[in-house]
């Protein structure tokens, strides 16, 4: 997504994992920015790892391009590079401006992402209220009071 100049922030577990939780997560969920441009880069960047429905059995008809993005808000892929959840608006957010006011810069092996605030985090878990989700609020509350500990020993 990177090479396709996808306008992203990471969320979910992976975002979790860079902010220090131990929970392991076998996808990549981010919130895309939702304008035209960007849509199209998102679905020529789909495109080039093979994108494809995941969750179905039979293959179904898809469409990947900007128009069917622009017609939904969240999907779940398979690609060649593994499991990825793209929302356009997760739960208990506004979206993508609404995330990146607070997203950090992580640098991850010479590439820089965005990464979603861990109080933004907290705040998606909390709204989605599945079962895995509660729990993993308060392993990221620990962790939260675990950074603030830290800072404090550092002042």
């Not at 590079?81 to 609404?98: E, F, Q, R, V």
């Not at 109080?119 to 509660?134: C, F, G, V």
């Amino acid at each position: 997504m990177i090479d396709h100049q996808v306008e992203f922030v990471v969320i979910g577990g992976i975002a979790g994992r860079l902010w220090g939780s131990p929970t392991v997560t076998n996808d990549l969920d981010v919130c895309y920015r939702r304008n035209p441009p960007n849509l199209q880069s998102l679905a020529e960047a789909l495109t080039s790892i093979h994108a494809r429905v995941r969750g179905v059995e039979d293959e179904v008809p898809f469409q990947l391009d900007a128009s069917t993005l622009a017609n939904g808000d969240s999907f779940t892929f398979v690609t060649d590079a593994g499991n990825l959840d793209i929302l356009g608006t997760p739960s208990g957010t506004g979206g993508y401006d609404d995330l990146l006011a607070t997203a950090t810069d992580v640098d991850l092996d010479q590439l820089t992402v965005k990464v979603c605030d861990i109080e933004d985090l907290i705040r998606m878990k909390r709204a989605a209220a599945r079962p895995k989700d509660l729990i993993e609020v308060e392993v990221l509350a620990a962790v939260r009071q675990e950074m603030s500990q830290n800072s404090d020993e550092a002042d």
